[in-house]
């Protein structure tokens, strides 16, 4: 199974948790990482940067209609819900979802429903419950669902919640997850894209 979307979601205690998984993965990784972080909805760049110094892949935000590329880490701009899909991004303004915008489920939902078993979700350490019906959802499909180990987690409730939706996610370290996702298999070109 070649996997061709990743999706991370994360909360409180989140940028730690970030900095070590993208440190973990290699240059070569081939598979797109985009990554839902609740932030304040006036936050800066910084994240961006702060990832950068860690990762050996090309970090950057997500505008509308950003094309979807193997090689990035990319991440969710603060105050919109990022939506996946068929090879780009789409933003939206809708109503926050669990008092959250971006939504880490709706992201997951989209990837879910865009790339189904090709799609790879992933909950870290965060104070509330978003992402669990989206990794839910990923499951559903037949994607591959990677849980932070709750004891392991800053904040241990959004893992905690991810497994009871999903107990069948690999529940891992952080340093596990980067090793897994390391590991998969490269995106294959469907004949569409090699036209």
Excluded at 79 to 107: A, C, K, W
Aim: include cysteine; proline fraction near 7%.
């Amino acid at each position: 199974m070649a996997y061709e979307i990743a999706v991370v979601g994360t909360s409180w205690g989140g940028l730690a948790a970030l900095r070590e998984l993208v440190a973990g993965l290699p240059a070569a990784w081939g598979i797109p990482l985009v990554v839902v972080q609740h932030r304040h909805k006036r936050s800066n760049h910084l994240m961006t940067s702060l990832l950068q110094d860690v990762s050996r892949l090309n970090v950057c935000e997500i505008d509308d209609k950003t094309p979807i590329a193997a090689g990035s880490v990319y991440l969710a701009p603060p105050d919109y819900h990022t939506l996946i899909e068929d090879g780009h991004f789409s933003l939206s303004t809708d109503e926050p979802v669990r008092f959250s915008r971006p939504s880490i489920d709706v992201t997951f939902v989209s990837a879910a429903d865009s790339y189904g078993e090709r799609s790879v979700g992933v909950v870290l350490t965060g104070a509330n419950a978003d992402g669990a019906r989206g990794l839910k959802r990923i499951a559903d499909r037949g994607g591959l669902a990677l849980v932070q180990r709750p004891e392991t987690a800053e904040s241990p409730t959004m893992p905690a919640a991810a497994l009871r939706a999903v107990p069948q996610a690999r529940s891992l370290s952080i340093a596990e997850i980067a090793a897994t996702l390391a590991s998969l298999p490269a995106p294959v070109i469907r004949h569409s894209e090699a036209r």
